[in-house]
């Protein structure tokens, strides 16, 4: 896992530079690390009841 990081950074970097160079500097927001272990934010629902049932009778009514 750490050669993985360590190529993938400095692929990055040369990536970056190679870039800049060439004034169409675009650049990962991420590394490598990041990328596969960050996991999806689970979406709350801060909905109450009557509002999750409104929302349910609306989509039945659409689908008639």
């Given at each position: 896992m750490a050669?993985?990081?360590y190529v993938a950074d400095a692929l990055m970097i040369l990536t970056e530079n190679t870039d800049r160079a060439l004034s169409t500097y675009r650049h990962m927001v991420?590394?490598?690390n990041e990328l596969i272990t960050d996991k999806p934010k689970?979406?709350?629902d801060?909905?109450?009841g009557e509002?999750?049932?409104a929302d349910i009778v609306k989509k039945i009514a659409k689908k008639g």
């Amino acid at each position: 896992m750490a050669y993985r990081n360590y190529v993938a950074d400095a692929l990055m970097i040369l990536t970056e530079n190679t870039d800049r160079a060439l004034s169409t500097y675009r650049h990962m927001v991420k590394q490598y690390n990041e990328l596969i272990t960050d996991k999806p934010k689970e979406k709350k629902d801060t909905r109450t009841g009557e509002e999750i049932a409104a929302d349910i009778v609306k989509k039945i009514a659409k689908k008639g």
